[in-house]
């Protein structure tokens, strides 16, 4: 596979941890997760957070926060975190059409996939890891072509009621392919070592998977992958990933 471009976040001189965050699936439908991020985001911690995918269970375009309700929620939220400290999000496989009036309207700042954050004395390689899941080929032609900016911009002229009409059965097929008990691939190994290699990093840290671990890829090299979000299972999952300016990682509890 072709290694993509990284890109480079210098952490600022006064940052003295930075949370990692990914895969919350935000969505009305259940707003204890909504209500456990919004005190999160409030809550003093870390000195800047990053939102490393599938913040949202769908985004059907920057046009739906013109239109009271659940999104244009999220947006106050956000822009409440954003005025307070630095927060920054990448596009996940759900929410991959979040565009520049998102970020005018929230203060959030987009960042590429994948991106290197300096910070701590240590090169953090940040993805949200659906590119790097080799095995899922059916998922890389889709994303291949919702990633094209021509594709994009067909899509988004189209009325808001039929892009979220989409987005509904979007998730309608994909919770039903969970419970038929299908598999999803993982990130293959070889390409997360490459793209370390690539970006000169030693540790990888993504979400998409939905399988919290960490990984040792050999060589000095590590996987760490974020857990999603789902106030109403059992147990209750939420959890950030701190990051500390002496290069340490630990996984905070929120739920």
Known sequence: MALPPVHELAAEPSWRSVDLISDLH????????????????????????????????????????????????????????SAARPVFFMHGNRDFLVGEAFA??????????PTVLAFGGQ??????????????????RFREQVRDPKWQRA????????????????????????????????????????????????????GHTHRPAEHDLGDGLRRVVLTDWDLQAQPPRAQAL????EGRARRVPLA
């Open 242 to 245: 701190r990051l500390s300016v």
């Open 155 to 206: 899509l988004l002229a189209r009325p808001l009621a039929e892009r979220q009409a989409l987005a509904r059965s979007l998730r309608a097929k994909s919770e039903g392919r969970k419970r038929s008990g299908a598999t999803y691939a993982d990130v293959d190994t070889d390409a997360a070592r490459a793209w370390l290699a690539a970006a000169r990093a030693t540790v990888l840290v993504h």
């Open 104 to 113: 005018q309207a929230t203060g959030v700042q987009l960042l590429p996939d």
């Open 26 to 81: 935000l969505q009305d439908s259940e707003p204890a997760t909504f209500e456990a991020w919004r005190r999160y985001l409030a809550s003093p911690g870390a000195d800047a957070i990053v939102i490393l995918g599938d913040l949202f269970e769908a985004w059907p375009g920057d046009d739906v926060l013109q239109v009271p309700g659940f999104s244009a929620d999220c947006a106050a939220v956000l822009r409440a975190a």
């Open 123 to 140: 090169r953090w390689l940040l993805s949200h890891a659906d590119a790097l899941c080799l095995g899922d080929v059916e998922y890389l």
